[in-house]
Nanobody, 124 residues
Framework: VQLQASGGGLVQAGGSLRLSCAAS????????MGWFRQAPGKEREFVAA????????VYADSVKGRSTISRDNAKNMVYLQMNSLKPEDTAVYYC??????????????????WGQGTLVTVSS
């Protein structure tokens, strides 16, 4: 199984970015796919997760209302649309997927496969 994240870059505060993550090797339609981020000097933190066809989504309070997670099960893709970006959103963003459904989607330990990360830098 491989996950390939893309879409990061440099953006001004208030701008938008769309992150993409392509999964290959197997399908994950029933498990959670998620996004985490890690800022310099900080621990990795949960951003958002989605399960199934997309009706089940969860967000960290820090991005709720500004971000939308979605997935295309036919393409084995997961996306994170981020709007109204703030300098504190600067981090390496990682996509992750569960090998099978379980409830601890909020924690890194709840995921079995990880992408390599894509850097998002928000300038003030």
């Amino acid at each position: 199984v491989q996950l390939q994240a893309s879409g990061g870059g440099l953006v001004q505060a208030g701008g938008s970015l769309r992150l993409s993550c392509a999964a290959s090797g197997r399908t994950f339609s029933s498990a959670f796919m998620g996004w985490f981020r890690q800022a310099p000097g900080k621990e990795r933190e949960f951003v958002a997760a989605i399960r199934g066809s997309g009706s089940n989504t969860v967000y960290a309070d820090s991005v709720k209302g500004r971000s939308t997670i979605s997935r295309d099960n036919a393409k084995n893709m997961v996306y994170l649309q981020m709007n109204s970006l703030k300098p504190e959103d600067t981090a390496v963003y990682y996509c992750a997927v569960q090998a099978f459904y379980r409830g601890d989607y909020y924690y890194s330990r709840g995921y079995d496969y990880w992408g390599q990360g894509t850097l998002v830098t928000v300038s003030s």
